[in-house]
C-alpha cells in the first residue's frame, strides 16, 4: 500500500506512466469504457473554462468573440479564472460581468496566485461543480466564430466519446509583444484581429491545451486529474503543463476528433511561466520563433 500510494502521487512515475503501457486503472478510480453510458440527445448547456494571468489583452478578444457569437438556442457559461492581483484583467472581468447577453452566463472566480498558475486546480474546481451537458478546458488565447456554435451544437449531438476537440483550428504566427492585435486590443474588434494576424490551419491529434471537451457526467465524476495529488498543488508561476497528458491517461482516450467551426487561436511569443526579459527567457523565445519558422516552411 505504501508503493502504491507513492506512485500515485510520484510526479516522476506520473509522467513516465503516461507515456508507457501502463494503464491508469492499476492506481486510480477511472472510466470503465470511453463510451457515454446515458448518451443525451442534443446539448443545452456548454460550460467554457479559461484562466488568465497577466494576459488580458488577449482575454479580452476571447470575451469579445463569446458576445459577439452567442448562440441562439442553448446556454453557455464561461467560467474565467482569475487573481485580484492583476488588476487589468480585474478590470476587464468587472466591464464584462455587468454585461447582459442572450444565452451566455458569465461566471468570474477569484483564486490566489498560486492555484490561478496550477491549471489544474481552477480546471478540476469547474469539472467538479459543472452543472452543463459539456464542459470545454481552454485557454484565454482561443476565440469563437460565427459558426463554433452552431458546428459545437451539431457535433455534439448523440456524441459517444467522453472526451473530445475540434480537429482543425485556426492559428496565428507567434506574435510579438509590440504586434498591433496584442498592443490594441481594447480597441481592436475580433475581426480587425482575424485580418491582421497571420492565420494558418492547424491541425490536432488529440484533446491536449486549450481544446479539451468532456461529457458533463465524466468532469462531474472525475474532476481534472483530481486524483493526483502533484497537479493540484499551488505554483508561484505559470508551469509547463503535463496534465492534459495525465488526463487523457486517466480517461483512456486521447479524445474524439470533431469538425467544429470557426475556432482561432492567437499565438504570442511572450510567454507568462518565464521570467520577462531573463536570459533563459530570450533562449526559450528565440527557440519558439525558430521553430515556428521552421514548422512554417
Same mark, same amino acid.
Given at each position: ?114 492555484? /490561478? @498558475? ?8 469547474? $469539472? +467538479? %461543480? !459543472? ?42 504566427? /507567434? @506574435? ?8 490594441? $486590443? +481594447? %480597441? !481592436?474588434?475580433v475581426e480587425e484581429c482575424l485580418q491582421q494576424a ?100
Amino acid at each position: 500500500m505504501a508503493l502504491r500510494s507513492w506512485l500515485q502521487q510520484s510526479k516522476e512515475f506520473i509522467r513516465f506512466a503516461v507515456s508507457s503501457p501502463v494503464p491508469a486503472s492499476w492506481l486510480y478510480d477511472v472510466p470503465e469504457s470511453t463510451e457515454i453510458e446515458d448518451l443525451t440527445s442534443t446539448p443545452e448547456h456548454i460550460e467554457i473554462v479559461s484562466h488568465c494571468w497577466n494576459y488580458s489583452h488577449l482575454f479580452v478578444y476571447q470575451l469579445k468573440s463569446l458576445v459577439d457569437n452567442a448562440p441562439e438556442d442553448f446556454k453557455v457559461t464561461l467560467t474565467g479564472f482569475y487573481c485580484p492581483e492583476d488588476k487589468n484583467t480585474v478590470a476587464l472581468i468587472k466591464e464584462y460581468e455587468s454585461k447582459q447577453v442572450d444565452n451566455i452566463e458569465w461566471n468570474f472566480i477569484a483564486l490566489n496566485k498560486g492555484d /490561478l @498558475l496550477r491549471r489544474g486546480i481552477g480546471r478540476n474546481k469547474a $469539472a +467538479k %461543480e !459543472t452543472k452543463a451537458d459539456w464542459i470545454w478546458f481552454t485557454d484565454c488565447d482561443l476565440l469563437f466564430g460565427e459558426n463554433t456554435f452552431p458546428s459545437l451544437k451539431q457535433t455534439l449531438r448523440k456524441e459517444s466519446c467522453i472526451l473530445a476537440f475540434p480537429e482543425q483550428v485556426s492559428r496565428t504566427a /507567434l @506574435l510579438s509583444e509590440e504586434h498591433d492585435v496584442l498592443c490594441n $486590443a +481594447k %480597441e !481592436t474588434s475580433v475581426e480587425e484581429c482575424l485580418q491582421q494576424a497571420d492565420f494558418t490551419t492547424h491541425t490536432f491529434s488529440k484533446a491536449s491545451g486549450p481544446v479539451q471537451i468532456v461529457h458533463g457526467d465524466t468532469a462531474r465524476r472525475y474532476g481534472y486529474c483530481e486524483q493526483i495529488d502533484c497537479y493540484q498543488q499551488p505554483k508561484d508561476r505559470w508551469v509547463k503543463t503535463y496534465e492534459d497528458r495525465a488526463f487523457r491517461w486517466l480517461l483512456g482516450t486521447h479524445g474524439k476528433p470533431l469538425n467544429i467551426e470557426d475556432v482561432s487561436i492567437i499565438r504570442h511569443v511572450e510567454k507568462g511561466r518565464y521570467k520577462k526579459n531573463s536570459t533563459f527567457s530570450e533562449m526559450r523565445k528565440a527557440n519558439r520563433q525558430a521553430k515556428d519558422k521552421l514548422l512554417a516552411k
